[in-house]
């Protein structure tokens, strides 16, 4: 019953969605709605995978500095990756959820330097923070709450000095002396010196035309000038005078007229202080942000000053009244019974043998993602779909608590949400390296110019068995039309591990394929490489007159190159020459967009000339489709034979004997 009770300050886990982590929150409030439910106003608390590599970057530098200066003990690997599952990170974000979307408490404690990183592994539901996320202006920030503990937080305390020994240090440096008990004055005395302070205090207000505005009456007046520091002057005055009366009378009242002592509760105005309340009620006592985004005019210590003295206030006490009767109306706890209805990303009934490989539409042989085990009476569906992966019952419940798996893997990043890590698999190469973090616009070109470097894929002696042991798993034809599918190498292995024994007893059957020698192989190669056509030899381009209105820079590697540049004739797409009065395509008046070199292609210009036309009219449908299939392969083109030519007599071209035609 204590389990299902959710109270005010309590950290609880909420779930969004089937197969992501659970929400770390803080309960502020819970407020029934109209229609019966309830629902909780929280505090949000982000995880390592919630923020950005930058700022993961700058968390690490953090806990490596906690390290140093704490003086933690060594970690494995293993804890060190499941200590970042731990860290959480604070914010001032609220939101409101369903209270029925609880799924447990959980303890969140501020990191303090006399903690062992290394206990918060050995306690089940332990979290801690110590750095405050914002999410919108994506920051890190230490938190201010800090509970400043250690050596160099610590005041040094001097060496106690001996009964003989004289103190040799100026007391005037250390300390300001403001009051001395032992002065000739009696406190009758003193106390008349007060009661002339505040009449002249009083009389310096009537004087003043600001405080007859803000202190209309007498009684105002009266009560603003008996304050405390009208009290403090007066006492200050005595010391400076050496607790004169005479000397200090004159110093209350001087020429120019009565001294006029205001503190912070008298100097603000009925608008700064109703502003000042609305500030408080938003961000409590942080008073950087109350005096940054409401009262920039003021400083600090004022802000501070006025918070103090309006404690004391009348209106204080009635806020403080109006909070405790609307505390008393809203909710203060909250029985949520507990979930049992089914995860959607169950792949096994819970009838079923326990470690059972196999459910709907999954593989066999397949283990956990994150402890390897092939046994677990309920199996979690996790990752892609297309992989295939899945969690044990005790995986499944860490990753839906911590945010991560027990061990490091590839594909834990995977699992994120769509806006840090998109599907690249129908991108092209410009945009997949848009897309890089490592890429930026203006290096782009200089990146695809370079050559990249050459790496070699050597397999292990297991993966070459594995391939013929488990291929009705592998499927290595289909894997080859699909390149770009991911392949669980892990369940492989370990299915060819329990098929391994039984497959040794049955010899391998290795067809051996004869290789030609290296001489025949390049002579074939020299057959069957394309011959180069020769570019027409054509006139030079004339020059470019309008060269000033061009682009300033040449051609570059990457650059796109004009059809005139590469030595052809100035023809249209049609194959006419331009006319008279046409315009070429470099003497267009409207603006093109301009082309970045990074995503231009290769400086390729294929020329067709004429005896490429009259071959291409020879070619069948079928060819021309079997030719773009396969380019690297030549193309034989039947020629048809020459048109024989007639014999016909030849007659003379003129004779002088007249033409006679017969009827």
């Known amino acids: 019953m204590a389990a299902n009770m959710y109270r005010v300050g309590d950290y609880v886990y909420f779930e969004n969605s089937s197969s992501n ?46 390290e140093e200066e704490s003086k933690q003990p060594t970690v494995s690997e293993q804890q060190k990756h499941q200590l970042k599952h731990r860290e959480l990170f604070l914010s001032r974000q609220f939101e409101s959820l369903p209270a029925t979307h609880i799924r447990g408490k959980c303890n969140v404690t501020l990191l303090n330097e006399t903690d062992v990183l290394a206990g918060y592994l050995e306690k089940e539901d332990c979290f801690f923070y110590s750095l405050v996320f914002d999410p919108v202006q994506k920051t890190l920030l230490a938190d201010q709450g800090e509970i400043r503990v250690g050596s160099k937080y610590q005041a040094e305390i001097p060496d106690k000095l001996a009964e003989v020994e004289l103190d040799t240090r100026i007391q005037e440096k250390l300390e300001t002396k403001v009051w001395d008990p032992d002065n000739q004055l009696k406190d009758p005395q003193i106390d008349q010196f007060l009661v002339v302070a505040r009449a002249v205090g009083t009389f310096a207000r009537a004087l003043d035309c600001s405080s007859s505005i803000r202190q209309p009456s007498l009684h105002m007046s009266a009560a603003a000038a008996s304050r405390d520091i009208t009290l403090f002057h007066a006492m200050d005055t005595l010391q400076k005078n050496d607790y004169d009366l005479a000397k200090a009378m004159s110093t209350l009242v001087p020429q120019g007229g009565p001294v006029l002592c205001r503190d912070e509760m008298e100097e603000w105005s009925a608008s700064e202080a109703m502003l000042f309340e609305e500030a408080l009620e938003k961000y409590g006592k942080d008073f950087n942000d109350i005096r940054q985004d409401f009262l920039p005019w003021k400083s600090l210590a004022s802000v501070v000053q006025f918070y103090y003295m309006w404690k004391t206030t009348d209106r204080y006490i009635q806020q403080k009244r109006l909070k405790a009767a609307e505390a008393d109306s809203k909710l203060k706890q909250v029985y949520i019974p507990t979930y049992t209805k089914p995860n959607p990303n169950q792949i096994m009934a819970p009838g079923s043998k326990p470690g059972m490989n196999g459910a709907a539409g999954f593989q066999k042989g397949l283990s956990c993602e994150s402890c390897h085990t092939a046994q677990s009476p309920q199996w979690y569906a996790w990752g892609p779909p297309n992989m295939q992966c899945r969690l044990c019952a005790s995986c499944w419940i860490y990753w839906k608590k911590y945010g991560g798996l027990k061990t490091p893997t590839q594909l834990e990043g995977a699992t994120r949400s769509g806006s840090e890590s998109t599907p690249r698999s129908h991108m092209t190469r410009q945009e997949v390296q848009g897309l890089s973090p490592f890429t930026r616009s203006e290096g782009r070109a200089k990146l695809l110019a370079k050559n990249r470097q050459t790496f070699i894929l050597q397999t292990t002696k297991l993966t070459r068995i594995a391939r013929r042991v488990c291929q009705d798993i592998l499927q290595p034809r289909r894997a080859a039309r699909r390149p770009y599918a991911s392949i669980n190498s892990n369940a492989v292995k370990a299915e060819c591990m329990i098929r391994l024994p039984k497959a040794t007893k049955a010899p391998m059957k290795n067809k051996t394929i004869p290789r030609p020698p290296l001489a025949t192989i390049v002579k074939d190669l020299a057959i069957q490489a394309p011959l180069k056509l020769k570019a027409l030899r054509g006139a030079p381009p004339p020059i470019n007159r309008n060269q000033t209105n061009q682009p300033r820079g040449g051609s570059s590697l990457l650059g796109k190159r004009t059809f005139e540049s590469v030595g052809g004739a100035p023809f249209s797409t049609n194959g006419r020459p331009f006319a008279s009065g046409m315009r070429t395509t470099s003497q267009s008046v409207i603006k093109r967009q301009k082309v970045n070199q990074g995503d231009a292609p290769n400086p390729v210009v294929f020329v067709a000339t004429k005896d490429t036309r009259a071959l291409r009219k020879h070619l069948t449908q079928s060819e021309m489709r079997r030719a773009a299939r396969k380019p690297h392969l030549p193309v034989r083109i039947k020629l048809p034979p020459p048109p024989r030519a007639l014999t016909m007599p030849l007659l003379p071209s003129s004779t002088s004997e007249p033409i006679v035609l017969e009827d």
């Open 21 to 66: 982590p659970y929400l770390i929150r803080r309960i502020e409030e819970l407020n029934k709605t109209a229609n019966g439910n309830v629902e909780a106003k929280v505090v949000c608390l982000f995880r390592r995978r919630d923020i950005s590599g930058n700022l993961n970057t700058l968390a690490d530098s953090n806990a490596r500095d906690f």
